[in-house]
């Protein structure tokens, strides 16, 4: 398997896990959070879906100084419906990622806007599925504080 074989597999379980515990959220605790400072159950999950679109800006080397996202104003719905408007841009940035080469994923540099650090894209990707990660697990915990069965993802 190559790197970008191994980079893509570890995203599609992120997500497949992702999509599980989602699924989970009963519809009655769309906007339930543990404090007034956290996020929503559901601006939580569009904040992950939604973070694909800047990702692929980001490994494109675009620019992100005029970054405007194609879920403002759009309202929370469920979380159908916010997989269903995200297909597309996750679409776009695996096939971001099946492009690049083993040279470009240990040479290209990319530098994060919002803490201007320099990683190689290999690196900046497997953070990418880290940030996800980190977010199911906060994720399980609303489901945990809501009183709601977590799903098993460790199959």
Same mark, same amino acid.
């Given at each position: ?8 597999? /570890? ?5 497949? @896990? ?7 959220? =009963? ?6 959070? $543990? ?9 939580? &999950?569009?904040? &992950? ?20 996202? =194609?879920?403002? /104003?759009? $309202?929370?719905?469920? &979380? ?6 995200? @297909? =597309? ?5 695996? #096939?971001?990622?099946? #492009?690049?080469?083993? @040279? ?8 994060? $806007?919002?803490? !201007? ?5 290999? #690196? ?24 709601? !069965?977590? $799903?098993?993802?460790?199959?």
């Amino acid at each position: 398997m190559t790197q970008t074989e191994l980079i893509l597999l /570890n995203f599609t379980e992120i997500r497949r @896990k992702s999509i599980r515990i989602w699924k989970a959220l =009963p519809e009655e605790y769309l906007n339930w959070r $543990p404090d007034d400072t956290a996020m929503t159950a559901i601006e939580m &999950v569009r904040h &992950v879906l939604e973070a694909d679109y800047g990702w692929n800006i980001i490994i494109n080397r675009g620019d992100m100084s005029n970054y405007s996202t =194609p879920w403002k /104003n759009k $309202p929370f719905v469920n &979380v159908e419906d916010e997989l269903e408007f995200a @297909k =597309p841009y996750r679409d776009t940035f695996l #096939q971001s990622v099946r #492009q690049f080469s083993e @040279k470009e994923l240990s040479e290209t540099e990319i530098i994060h $806007p919002g803490n !201007e650090e320099k990683k190689n894209l290999g #690196q900046y990707l497997l953070r990418i599925g880290y940030h996800e990660s980190v977010h199911a697990g906060h994720f399980m915990s609303y489901l945990r504080g809501m009183g709601v !069965e977590r $799903p098993n993802i460790w199959d």
